[in-house]
């Protein structure tokens, strides 16, 4: 069988260059997907045991902490909502102050996870407004089905309002 060793080569680095000629394409569409562009608006999120806390980082230092609260909507309502501008890009930051946690509003089709010292990133764009319901979707202790997030996307004019309220 000493004949026949450019056939074995053949049959290696055949594979091999089909894999390279579809990873490198891969590579380059998964960087581009990744970039996020200059978003309008930057909100971080960070997930306490049980509890979300906001902070509109790029306006006046708006913060505020979102609990559940009894509602006509079971387990799902926020005493804060977070308010977002419809057809604006958003960007939010996604941390934990204590355990895992993972921001997930279903509907909106978006999650991140919330992990203690690292800084998760995620861009959206809203086209409709409406009121979004998620929760967070990581277990993170025994009060973790008590941890709603309500998103209500707004027209821009009524965000503005909003902003001008919370000054």
Known sequence: ????NEVEFGWTA???LV????ALPSLRLLYMVDESGS???TIKTVGHQWYWSYEYSDLNEIEFDSYMTLSPYRLLDCDHRI?????????VLVTAADVLHSWTVPTMGIKADAVPGRL?????FSDRSGMFFGQCSEICGSNHSFMPI???CIPSNKFGEFLMSMV
């Open 120 to 124: 998760n990133q995620l861009t959206f």
């Open 83 to 91: 308010l977002f501008p419809s057809q604006t890009p958003i960007r």
């Open 39 to 41: 978003p309008e608006l």
């Open 19 to 22: 894999l390279v000629a579809i």
């Open 150 to 152: 309500s998103v209500e």
């Open 1 to 4: 069988y000493s004949d026949l």
């Open 14 to 16: 055949l594979p091999c």
